[in-house]
Nanobody, 121 residues
Framework: QVQLVESGGGLVQAGGSLRLSCVAS????????MAWFRQAPGKERERVAAISRSGGVTYYADSAKGRFTISRDDAKNTVYLQMNSLKPEDSAIYYC??????????????WGQGTQVTVFL
């Protein structure tokens, strides 16, 4: 089992940047594919980005392509989401998630508590 703790959210002006971090407990972080999801009020949860456990495969939602970058540091048990050129529509609670599978698609079994991102004009 793995526990996930996100950080790095906050209030930022449109066009700005934020870097989210997610630290995982346990010694088997490298066996997990990781993803960032987000959910805005009244909207469905959206998978924003994902990275395979090897780091060799990444996925981005169309809304994130060209602006967001997911990365992982297995030595630090941490996955990051660098978000640039932020827009008000990026405002949401961002969740880190993990699944013990090399494939980034499918059900994620472990979730963090979320971190709020608010982008204002």
């Amino acid at each position: 089992q793995v526990q996930l703790v996100e950080s790095g959210g906050g209030l930022v002006q449109a066009g700005g940047s934020l870097r989210l971090s997610c630290v995982a407990s346990g010694r088997t972080f490298s066996s997990y594919s990781m993803a960032w999801f987000r959910q805005a009020p009244g909207k469905e949860r959206e998978r924003v980005a994902a990275i395979s456990r090897s780091g060799g495969v990444t996925y981005y939602a169309d809304s994130a392509k060209g602006r967001f970058t997911i990365s992982r540091d297995d030595a630090k048990n941490t996955v990051y989401l660098q978000m640039n050129s932020l827009k008000p529509e990026d405002s949401a609670i961002y969740y880190c998630a993990a699944r013990q599978n090399t494939v980034v698609f499918g059900t994620y079994d472990y979730w963090g508590q979320g971190t709020q991102v608010t982008v204002f004009l």
